[in-house]
């Protein structure tokens, strides 16, 4: 999976890394649904860090599509709501 994280690049995702993505993604979107900020910050930074850390960066000279945008960390509660889908930032 290529996941896009805004401002930081594109990352390829293992499987366990993906899967570590969306458990961390399920708790990012039970905060936004409960509209509790810090839950959300929290999760979002872990998320970014997560994939950052341990997704291997796609080269900028490499053109591939995302299959799942996460915003970048410092993005607020309320821009995140028109962001999620109904399965969350990573689909699956």
């Excluded at 805004?6 to 979107?29: K, P, W």
């Excluded at 910050?41 to 053109?63: F, S």
């Amino acid at each position: 999976m290529i996941v896009r994280v805004l401002g930081e690049g594109q990352f390829r995702l293992d499987d366990t890394v993906f899967n570590g993505a969306n458990a961390i993604d399920e708790r990012l979107q039970a905060a936004v649904e409960a509209n509790d900020a810090a839950a959300f910050d929290a999760a979002l930074n872990e998320l970014v860090a997560l994939i950052t850390d341990q997704g291997e960066r796609v080269p900028d000279a490499e053109i591939v599509q995302s299959d799942a945008i996460v915003p970048g960390t410092g993005t607020s509660l309320e821009e995140i709501h028109s962001l999620l889908a109904d399965d969350g930032l990573i689909p699956g």
